[in-house]
């Protein structure tokens, strides 16, 4: 317990990595040999490891208070309509992946699903899939404590890295939909997410409810647009992470590098950048 309270992050950090990768580590090894309902459950409990684990560090070095406000940014609903707006943003980005596609004379693109069926996968990709089951972690616990004593735009970034390399066990399983070579556009994608996941969590006064549906709808267009190209989905991808990049940079732009935020502080945990303090569960006021 006191390495934890000297070492919130890296502790967070190292137990996701070490937790996620045993469960993904018979995938890699087996690669076929676990396929189906069994190899499913694997990835599911990889998935919810950051979130889980950010839970129980909080209860039991932090205490019941600050796990109370943890979740409770999970109802964060108040927000300007507006911001609403931006969960459906990936849709627009998908809109531009098919236009540029069609330009560049790639494979047609289209989503062969019912309606019903795409709301089910959106559901499913909240929970028990990785929405719900990473962003209690990384933005919920990670995020404020990278941000105290650096900027949004920095924190963003190095979370953006480590985020990324978390999935790279998926990288090995010898998935024809996770190849290694689309492992370094994969990596550029998330790192370009976890920037506009920052605005957003700062912008909404730390939201993780905001950054929850997100997190599913840039996953939709990957599952149902991109994923059933196969072998022939790398300029569609490609598209999609440089439209990705480019929403990026724009919000750098428009909200500022230091907190990604036009209207609000970045949420900081008290005391996080401090050595050899430990963390507590209070978050900075963000002033209207």
Do not use: C
Not at 2 to 25: A, D, E, G
Not at 80 to 98: D, E, F, S
Not at 152 to 172: D, E, K, R, T
């Amino acid at each position: 317990m006191s390495l934890v309270r000297r070492h919130p992050l890296i502790t967070f950090f190292v137990l996701t990595y070490v937790i996620s990768w045993i469960f993904l580590s018979p995938l890699v090894v087996l690669h076929d040999g676990i396929a189906g309902t069994r190899g499913l459950v694997l990835n599911l409990l990889a998935a919810n490891v950051p979130s889980l684990l950010a839970i129980v560090l909080t209860a039991i070095v932090l205490g019941r208070g600050a796990l109370h406000k943890l979740l409770g940014r999970l109802l964060i609903w108040r927000v300007n309509p507006l911001w609403y707006l931006v969960v459906i943003g990936p849709a627009v980005l998908a809109g531009g992946v098919v236009a540029l596609n069609t330009l560049l004379g790639g494979p047609p693109l289209s989503v062969d699903v019912s309606l019903l069926f795409a709301v089910i996968m959106l559901a499913f990709s909240i929970f028990p899939g990785s929405a719900l089951g990473e962003e209690i972690g990384w933005r919920g616990y990670a995020l404020p404590r990278l941000q105290a004593g650096r900027s949004a735009l920095s924190a963003s970034l190095i979370l953006g890295v480590i985020w990324g390399f978390y999935h790279l066990p998926l990288f090995f399983t010898g998935q024809a939909a996770r190849p290694l070579s689309l492992f370094p556009p994969f990596l550029i994608s998330v790192i370009a997410l976890s920037v506009i996941l920052t605005w957003v969590y700062n912008s909404t006064g730390g939201s993780l409810l905001l950054v929850v549906l997100i997190h599913a709808t840039f996953n939709l267009p990957l599952t149902l647009l991109i994923t059933p190209l196969g072998s022939q989905m790398t300029l569609a991808l490609s598209l999609y992470v440089g439209l990705t990049v480019v929403a990026a940079i724009v919000v750098v732009i428009w909200a500022g590098p230091k907190h990604l935020s036009r209207k609000h502080r970045k949420q900081e945990e008290e005391g996080a950048a401090d050595p050899g303090v430990a963390t507590p569960g209070v978050v900075k006021p963000t002033p209207a």
